[in-house]
């Protein structure tokens, strides 16, 4: 269960409301509605009822055919006010999202608690949303690899949006603020989840079927440029899994985080950041409990989605900050604490030229990763346990990917600096924490890997592949790549 479920139903429902034509009534509102544009609304009956328009049977359809997705209401009720068109839904619907197995289906409750205003600004129509609650009951997630389907109650409180739908079937749509919680279960193995987010806000623009795209893992270069936007405050996650008599239980605490998405012109960057976290594991576990923290994370993507002639550059950004295991994974592998307590970080910039040889979809090509023709190490940094660890490198990656050799046959160079790790492999070794044998094994690696830096306790290693195959570490011959 995620944010996007919450974004997608919006769209969907923002998907029936088109731009504005003349005077905004009841009845030029229906027909707008009528006009449809990849979304037809269709009503059973439509009737004056004392002024207002009342729709009863009402079918909101989403898509084409048998791969429309569809939400039915008893009635709508459109009635004037002011300047604008309060609209009144039925306090229930039923939702039926076709599946590569069976549907997913659901009723959505709390329509009718709210408020939604629909106003003319300039030639577009805005529509305002404020729900104190609203609910939705699904069964049969879980997709195609599912043996058994899954299901889900979510929970939307304080709901507070704006949707104005544009031009050519953009849409836009501003969450100001909304609580969202959720109770799952999955098809395989009926473990069960349960989620809160507070303070959740967002933006999106683009089309019904660029957001279908994002939350289907579909081919984002298909659709029209889309850009999404969800930032959260604190979360909460607890996920229970059948172990036999002894179920595992994770619980994650956070507090802010985010995600946003832009795809357009044949490229799309995401980045998605986490604040600082609690991780827990409960039962199934040696010690019963196990726990750590973790100051924040961040991952950031710049990627192309269609396949074009020439090598497209492409990068990835990862980073974990504060990384610290709880008391009761010190308890296990240093009781005695003889280990520095630092924190670990884990910093990775990758840079590099690729081929697509299909179009990129949101969840990864299905005919397997964009081929890497040169990859850049801009950055590497590791520390823990008082060590630390720096690298770089480029190399590129020439002729058909075979066994050994899964890019290509390499070119290039790389240089990694270490300080502490004499220091540490003494510490595991005199505590008894890593055991004589192991210990020496790590020192005679170390020795053929990595020659004395110039600084106390620093070691340096440096690696080169030669357009000859020569593979050489720190000036010496170490081996020869097999013939292409």
Do not use: K
Request: glycine share 14%; charged share 20%.
């Amino acid at each position: 269960m995620s944010l996007r479920l919450v974004l997608a139903a919006a769209i969907c429902v923002a998907a029936a409301l088109p731009a504005a034509a003349q005077g905004l009534t009841p009845d030029a509102l229906w027909r707008l509605w009528q006009a449809g544009g990849g979304v037809t609304l269709q009503a059973g009956e439509a009737r004056e009822d004392g002024g207002a328009l009342l729709l009863e049977d009402v079918v909101l359809s989403v898509g084409d055919g048998g791969d429309a997705a569809r939400i039915a209401l008893d009635t709508l009720r459109l009635s004037p006010e002011g300047e604008a068109v309060r609209i009144v839904p039925s306090d229930t619907a039923s939702l039926t999202v076709p599946g590569p197995r069976a549907p997913v289906t659901g009723t959505i409750a709390g329509l009718a608690g709210g408020e939604v205003l629909a106003r003319r600004t300039g030639d577009q129509v805005a529509y305002s949303l404020a729900l104190p609650r609203m609910t939705a009951a699904l069964e049969g997630l879980g997709g195609p690899a599912a043996d058994r389907p899954g299901a889900a109650v979510l929970t939307v409180d304080d709901l507070d949006a704006t949707l104005t739908p544009g031009a050519d079937g953009v849409l836009a749509v501003t969450l100001d603020a909304a609580r969202v919680a959720a109770d799952a279960t999955s098809g395989a193995d009926r473990s069960s989840y349960r989620l809160g987010y507070d303070d959740v806000s967002g933006r999106f623009t683009g089309t019904p079927a660029a957001l279908s795209a994002v939350a289907g893992g579909g081919a984002l270069a298909a659709t029209r440029p889309v850009e999404i936007e969800v930032t959260r405050g604190p979360g909460r996650l607890e996920a229970t899994m059948p172990d036999g008599a002894t179920p595992e239980t994770l619980r994650i605490e956070s507090d802010e985080a985010g995600i946003s998405l832009t795809a357009q012109d044949g490229r799309a960057a995401y980045e998605g950041r986490i604040g600082a976290t609690r991780i827990g594991v409960q039962g199934g576990v040696p010690s019963g409990a196990l726990s750590l923290s973790l100051g924040g994370a961040r991952i950031a993507t710049d990627l192309p989605l269609l396949p074009a002639d020439d090598p497209q550059d492409a990068s990835l950004s990862f980073e974990i900050d504060a990384l610290m295991p709880g008391p009761q994974v010190w308890a296990l592998f240093d009781p005695q604490g003889a280990l520095p307590r630092d924190p670990a970080r884990l910093v990775l910039d990758l840079s590099g030229d690729v081929m697509l040889a299909e179009p990129l979809a949101a969840s990864g090509t299905r005919a397997g990763p964009p081929r890497a023709l040169s990859l850049t190490i801009e950055r590497f940094e590791f520390g823990a346990l008082g060590a630390q660890v720096t690298g770089q490198g480029a190399f590129a990656f020439a002729g058909t990917p075979g066994p050994g050799q899964p890019l290509g046959r390499p070119t290039g160079e790389a240089r990694v600096e270490a300080t502490g790790v004499n220091a540490l492999l003494n510490t595991l070794s005199q505590t008894g924490i890593l055991p004589d044998g192991p210990a020496l094994g790590a020192r005679m690696a170390l020795g053929f890997f990595a020659r004395a830096g110039e600084t106390p306790d620093s070691l340096v290693s440096e690696f080169r592949i030669g357009e000859d195959g020569n593979i050489l570490l720190n000036g010496n011959v170490a081996g020869q790549l097999p013939a292409p």
